[in-house]
Structure formats: C-alpha cells, structure tokens
C-alpha cells in the first residue's frame, strides 16, 4: 500500500526556519510531481511548491526567496527548506505526489496525512 509520511513541522519564531520532509513508500513504480501544498485554519488548500522528477520546481509568489524545494529520487523523498518564516506560513502542510503504481495505474493527486507548521513569537 502506497503512503507518504511527512515530518518536520513544529512551532517558530518569526524569521526561523524549518525543514519539512515527505517520504514515498509501497506500491509506487514511478513518481511524478511531487509537491508540497498548505491550508490555514480558513482557507483553501495551497500549492506552495513542487518539483518534477528532473528537478524543475514551482513556487507560490509568497514564498520565492524563502523556501526551498527538493527531491532526492533514489529515496523517493522530497523536502521544503523553509527560511524567514512568517505568522501567515502558519498552516497544516500537506505533501502530495502523482505516481504509477506497479500495474501502470496512475494516481494523480496521493496526499499525506499532513504536518502542523505554527508561526509565532
């Protein structure tokens, strides 16, 4: 069975940094785009960032120059560097992935079970 474990996340000061890590397992032939999104208490879910299989990335305008995406593929893991962290990151992130399971099945839209990150002083 596929799943994605995130970890990482926890309470900062404004202006620290975190790094977030979402691990790959199971029935997972090849992975896709993986990515990281988040929703605030409120809001809709997010794109933050992704990450194509070949390492060409994508950034909501919020967070460019502050966080930075990742992939290691042998370990079908993917990371967010997050620098310079503000109240307004403060949201549940999410991890997502497209991917082929070994029968050649895909499955667009694979979430985690999504990791806390609290902003504040």
């Known amino acids: 069975q596929a799943q994605l474990v995130e970890s990482g996340g926890g309470l900062v000061q404004p202006g620290g940094s975190l790094r977030l890590s979402c691990a790959a397992s199971?029935?997972?032939?090849?992975?896709?785009?993986m990515g990281w999104y988040r929703q605030a208490p409120g809001k809709e879910r997010e794109l933050v960032a992704d990450v194509t299989r070949e390492g060409s990335t994508n950034y909501v305008e919020s967070v460019k120059g502050r966080f930075i995406i990742s992939r290691d593929n042998a370990k079908n893991t993917v990371y967010l560097q997050m620098t310079s962290l503000k109240p307004e990151d403060t949201a549940v992130y999410f991890c997502?992935?497209?991917?082929?399971?070994?029968?050649?099945?895909?499955?667009?839209?694979?979430w985690g079970q999504g990791t806390q990150v609290t902003v504040s002083s």
């Open positions: 199971g029935n997972m032939f090849s992975i896709n785009v």
């Open positions: 997502n992935c497209g991917y082929y399971n070994f029968r050649g099945v895909y499955y667009s839209q694979f």
